[in-house]
């Protein structure tokens, strides 16, 4: 069975700073991969996925993700914090078949702080 | 505004009763999924419809029950209501029901049982 782990339920840097957001994932066959993004009382965003096209996967608002086979990773990257990226980031993962269902991880909370 | 909407956004209602969620998909999505959101058991997938057909299903209760109709919008209904069922319930839809495509979420309905 499919499966994300997302590794530090909450991650707190500095404005300006590095964001890592770590996913691992478990899958028989290679999967897509996605990250979503929750603001408070709002639904959730779709800021990339990987579909098997290349690697290294850009998304919205400065958003990247690298997608490493051999380490079964999918981390979030941003070079520079805003304020404004506060917010809930599920990593998901889905299989390759008829249905779209995605399976989450438990979700990171980022702090950004002035 | 994802293009999904979802009735009620607030759902207040005693144990043992029955409600039910309404969704919206997109102009042109042909499949709705259902997910919960809960503190204890995070984001969690329970059916999938497509083109008012059943395509997945999850960790669905069998005191949940949903249906997709001709106008393609969506209903969950959940009945014999527990405190535990108190929770975030969201809405998607996409366009072709099978991964890779990208689900777009609505707000979400929160509901609470007393």
């Known amino acids: 069975a499919q499966s994300v782990t997302q590794l530090g339920s909450h991650v707190s840097v500095s404005e300006g700073a590095l964001v890592l957001l770590r996913c691992n994932y478990s899958s028989s066959v290679p999967p897509y991969l996605f990250w979503y993004v929750q603001y408070p009382n709002q639904g959730l965003q779709l800021l990339l996925k990987y579909t098997s096209a290349a690697t290294l996967v850009k998304g919205i608002n400065g958003f990247e993700a690298e997608f490493k086979k051999s380490e079964t990773s999918f981390h979030l990257t941003k070079p520079s914090a805003h304020m404004s990226d506060a917010a809930e980031y599920f990593c998901a993962v889905s299989e390759r078949g008829n249905t779209g269902k995605l399976i989450f991880g438990q979700g990171t909370t980022l702090q950004v702080k002035p | 505004d994802s293009g999904v909407t979802q009735t009620p956004k607030h759902l207040i209602t005693a144990t043992g009763q029955r409600v039910t969620l309404r969704c919206s998909p997109r102009?042109?999505?042909?499949?709705v999924y259902w997910y919960q959101q809960s503190l204890d058991q995070g984001l969690q997938f329970l059916i999938q419809y497509y083109n008012g057909e059943e395509r997945a299903k999850g960790n669905i209760l069998e005191r949940f029950s949903a249906q997709q109709f001709p106008d393609l919008h969506s209903e969950l209904n959940l009945s014999s209501l527990e405190l535990g069922d108190s929770a975030l319930y969201f809405c998607?839809?996409?366009?072709?029901?099978?991964?890779?495509?990208?689900?777009?979420f609505g707000p979400g309905t929160r509901l609470t049982v007393l």
């Open positions: 998607a839809s996409s366009v072709e029901g099978f991964s890779p495509d990208t689900q777009y």
């Open positions: 102009s042109g999505d042909l499949s």
